[in-house]
């Protein structure tokens, strides 16, 4: 069987600080995904990438960036981090058209 | 627009009862893929069952199954002999494939809280 797995598993970071966020999977899954999750919320896409190399943007990538140098690795980048922010940004990958599996999250808080 | 609704924030019900949780959907696809997950209170989400668009049969997997009405854009998930770890909250996702584009749309999901 295979993981996703996330790094960090929280992360506190000051407010105007970059800082990045990573995602390995060992599936060999084409396509991964970055969602946030605010508290008691749904899951809103940041970005995907359907192959090495591509990007895409969801409804939330304004404040991010994205990097998928590998087809094994999926990074986020938070430009610029927000006072008091508090998420949990999810990981996700697919093979073909199977369903989407998920990593455990990263928790951000910014002081 | 919201492309993937559910209506329903919370529902409680007793141990053992069966629950259907709503879920309805925006598309122009003729082809696309409709999942339900359960995000548990560690915060894991795990995926338990689908329904392809083309698929006239309704999925069923153990004590999960789906109520796909096509015309209605609507694909609910009815949970049977509910137990204690079903408590969770409960997603609907879509995945649209459309030219240069691949989204997994999530609602915001139903809490599910099974009383003794």
């Known amino acids: 069987g295979g993981i996703i797995t996330q790094t960090p598993k929280f992360l506190i970071g000051q407010e105007g600080q970059k800082l990045t966020l990573k995602c390995q999977q060992n599936?060999?899954?084409?396509?991964m995904y970055w969602y946030r999750q605010d508290s008691g919320k749904g899951l809103r896409l940041i970005y995907y990438?359907?192959?090495?190399?591509?990007?895409q943007k969801g409804d939330l990538s304004e404040g991010y960036d994205a990097s998928r140098e590998k087809k094994s690795s999926f990074s986020l980048t938070v430009t610029s981090a927000q006072k008091n922010e508090m998420a949990v940004f999810l990981c996700?990958?697919?093979?073909?058209?199977?369903?989407?599996?998920f990593g455990e999250g990263t928790r951000l808080s910014v002081l | 627009a919201q492309k993937v609704t559910q209506t329903q924030t919370s529902i409680s019900v007793v141990e053992k009862t069966t629950v259907t949780m709503d879920c309805v959907y925006e598309t122009r696809d003729s082809s696309y893929f409709l999942f339900w997950y359960k995000q548990t209170a560690s915060g894991e989400i795990v995926f338990l069952i689908r329904q392809d668009s083309y698929k006239k049969e309704n999925a069923t997997v153990g004590h999960y199954s789906l109520n796909f009405q096509k015309p209605k854009s609507s694909i609910g998930l009815i949970i049977t002999a509910t137990q204690i770890e079903d408590s969770a909250v409960y997603f609907c996702a879509m995945r649209e494939v459309t030219e240069g584009a691949d989204r997994l749309t999530f609602g915001k999901g139903t809490q599910l809280i099974i009383q003794p």
């Open positions: 996700a990958s697919r093979r073909l058209n199977q369903a989407p599996l």
């Open positions: 599936f060999n899954h084409d396509t």
């Open positions: 990438s359907i192959t090495e190399n591509d990007l």
